[in-house]
């Protein structure tokens, strides 16, 4: 992969499981270096498609995918010959490519004439499709790949086809709305040609769908206009039915409105159910744990994509011991993949459980959900899965019967690392070693913790006390002893993890600032955790760094250990605020507000390099980041929460406000149609120097409104 600020040369457009990944130009050139295309279901299904005017590139004026449903490209010419002769002097000629993607992906191109004279031209595409596999894309090499069948051209009609290991029969098939004047197969590419005659000031429209099709299932058909007026209605729709935020600063609002669109394209229905896909390009699919996460994030705001989670992921929980695919009884997955090498067997992803923390995770979302909606009705109805979850941790989550949560891959084509930080050096000692597993990881721990104390507080709801009262035991007993194993005295601080021979790992990394998160930090060591969380080997000034710049494997172009990633630091910030770090949860909100701003569309990358921030300098782009991701869209809602201090107990009619402390840069806050179980409300905070205050402004329904000391 070429080392390159890929987020601010690229556009993305996706629509459920479809997405379009092109240059600035909105070309595909064999997928360049970047993995651009047009995929679906894990695979690209149109590789190369470029536009030229007369044999010629042509010039980019502007372009923009803030929409995440839509594109914009806006060009001109240069000048364009015929012969010797100029035909079209440059810069009189206004191209625009607008696409978009509904079930297909459509594409209006817009031709006009500046001149006051006739211009003659020929509008030139060049297609291609390789129907590689993401993981091929991403890097994977294999020894056999069958050939895809020679283009298929009929008319306006063109089709690419392959037949892949898994049996499978994928179908590109591009569709132009008028005949094109020629077409020329030339090997695995098809050129067509528009012979254009534009009269003085005459605009032209050429058209065409390229729809993505497996084994037969295509979509019904609509066209263009009818395809973007249901998906404004759609996001229209996804806003209206969440709580509405508006505060005194523009720009932070303008971050959570991209946010919340972004995270409404990342939302994608599935053959079983909805979910939001992890990010753009390399994970639109299914993940346990960015799933569960970046729902979590949204609670106070919606409370759909939990729901839709927690059922998608409990009727694909671990079900026998596999060890191809790391499965367990009771295991939450990790990931799922629709391409040809999972089909075929060739990746275990069908799905692959490799994950540590997404079982803890759906157990957490799994009660916070009914802390925010109230639903008795739901949560018994998912009260098994969330047992056979318990039962995982316990049995088979401990593998050595320590009291504490620990991972190694079984499968041989499985990852060997299985936390949120799951690269394969992610996990290493102070002297650059890597851990050896079984790993135990830091904030896993925590996770446990904290679904174990949420997991009583169902079990109440439920009537069971008894079930309550063993998981607080047995929570309590893993914060002793988390609190007495983990910490590291001459550091005054917590160890990363635990290798597979007990050896902490002592290299100072931010995965046990999300134990603040969960409550298992004892109170004497949670000052010296937030202290050094913000020193400045780990706090760069744009957010906390994954691993401390003081570290022999500090890298800050690397992906985990040394960069900033926004969901790390929302996590940290929200718990800095429970252990009473007000401060310091806005000295974090603040760095990533601000790393936001400098972003294309304000629009927060999964993770950006850890270099220190020296004025007037921008955050240094991660080269591969995902953008949009849905944990770094969800983060800001997440940040905002802990400030203010919202949390629920939907079951008990309440909403509490816990020391609210806004930033200097926030001094007002609305917070309009907050949902709490069959209850709405809307509350506004004001910041008064120190002071940040609250007001009701309406309510409806019996949820009563607590200030919590």
């Known amino acids: 992969m070429l080392v390159t600020d890929l987020a601010s040369k690229t556009l993305a457009v996706k629509e459920g499981g479809t997405f379009l990944y092109t240059d600035l130009e909105g070309n595909l050139d064999h997928g360049g270096d970047y993995g651009l295309g047009l995929y679906s279901k894990d695979t690209r299904f149109l590789s190369h498609f470029r536009m030229t005017l007369s044999g010629r590139d042509p010039v980019l004026l502007s372009s923009s995918s803030e929409r995440g449903y839509m594109s914009y490209v806006d060009l001109t010419n240069p000048d364009l010959y015929e012969g010797e002769r100029l035909a079209v002097p440059q810069q009189t000629l206004n191209i625009r490519r607008i696409r978009a993607i509904n079930g297909r992906m459509f594409e209006r191109v817009r031709i006009k004439n500046y001149n006051a004279a006739p211009v003659a031209l020929d509008l030139e595409f060049a297609l291609g499709a390789d129907f590689a596999d993401i993981f091929e894309v991403r890097g994977m090499t294999r020894e056999r790949h069958a050939p895809a069948d020679p283009p298929k051209v009929d008319g306006k009609r063109i089709e690419f086809a392959a037949t892949g290991a898994d049996g499978a029969r994928r179908v590109t098939l591009v569709e132009f709305a008028q005949p094109p004047d020629a077409v020329e197969v030339d090997g695995d590419l098809v050129r067509v040609v528009f012979r254009l005659r534009l009269g003085a000031y005459q605009t032209r429209l050429i058209g065409l769908t390229v729809e993505p099709i497996v084994d037969d299932e295509r979509p019904g058909a609509i066209d263009f206009d009818v395809a973007i007026h249901e998906l404004r209605r759609s996001y229209e729709e996804w806003e209206r039915e969440c709580t509405q935020i508006v505060t005194d600063n523009e720009l932070f609002n303008q971050l959570l409105d991209r946010s919340l669109r972004d995270l409404r394209a990342l939302y994608t229905e599935t053959a079983e159910g909805g979910v939001l896909a992890a990010g753009i390009p390399w994970y639109v699919t299914v993940f346990g744990r960015d799933s569960l996460i970046s729902a979590h ?155 174990k104390v949420r997991m009583a507080d169902v079990y109440r709801a439920l009537g069971d006390d008894r079930r309550a009262e063993y998981l607080l035991a047995q929570a309590h007993e893993l914060k002793r002893r988390y609190n007495e194993v983990f910490w590291m005295e001459d550091e005054r601080y917590f160890a990363a993890a635990l290798d597979g021979e007990k050896r902490p790992v002592r290299t100072i990394m931010s995965n046990p600032g999300h134990g603040l998160y969960c409550g298992i930090v004892d109170e004497d060591k949670a000052t010296p955790l937030a202290k050094r969380l913000l020193a400045p080997d780990m706090f760069s000034g744009w957010g906390i760094r994954t691993l401390s710049k003081a570290a022999a494997a500090y890298n800050p172009m ?57 004025t007037p300098n921008r955050p240094v782009s991660y080269p591969v980041a995902c953008s949009p991701q849905a944990w770094a869209a969800g983060s800001p809602f997440l940040m905002l929460q802990a400030m203010l201090g919202l949390s629920a107990q939907a079951h008990l009619n309440l909403v509490t406000v816990n020391k609210p402390h806004l930033p200097t840069w926030l001094n007002t806050v609305e917070v309009r149609n907050l949902s709490v179980g069959d209850s709405r409300i809307s509350l506004v905070f004001r910041r008064e120097g120190e002071i940040t205050s609250f007001s009701l402004l309406s309510r409806e329904g019996r949820i009563r409104v607590v200030m919590e000391e």
């Open 297 to 451: 994030q949204l609670l106070s705001v919606t409370t759909m994509p939990a729901r839709h989670a927690l059922e998608l992921l409990a009727a694909r929980q671990g079900t026998r011991i596999d060890d191809w695919r790391d499965e367990e009884p009771g295991k939450i997955l990790h990931e799922i993949r629709q391409g040809e090498l999972a089909r075929a067997g060739i990746v275990p992803h069908t799905p692959y459980f490799g994950s540590v923390d997404s079982t803890p995770w759906f157990l957490i979302v799994y009660a916070q959900h009914l802390r925010w909606t109230g639903d008795l009705d739901f949560a018994a109805k998912l009260l098994p899965a969330a047992e056979a979850a318990l039962e995982w941790i316990d049995r088979y989550g401990d593998l050595d019967g320590d009291g504490f949560v620990e991972y190694q891959t079984r499968s041989p084509a499985g990852m060997r690392n299985q936390g949120w930080k799951d690269s394969h050096d992610a996990i290493v000692h102070a002297d650059g070693r890597l851990a050896e597993p079984p790993i135990a990881l830091s904030e896993v721990q925590g996770y446990v913790y904290l679904a």
């Open 558 to 614: 690397s992906y985990h250990n040394g960069s900033v990633w926004p969901h790390d630091n929302a996590l940290i910030a929200a718990g800095l605020k429970r252990y009473g770090f007000a401060r310091s949860t806005n000295r974090v909100a603040t760095a990533i507000f601000d790393a936001a701003i400098q972003a294309d569309y304000l629009r927060l990358p999964e993770l950006f390099c850890g270099f220190t921030r020296r």
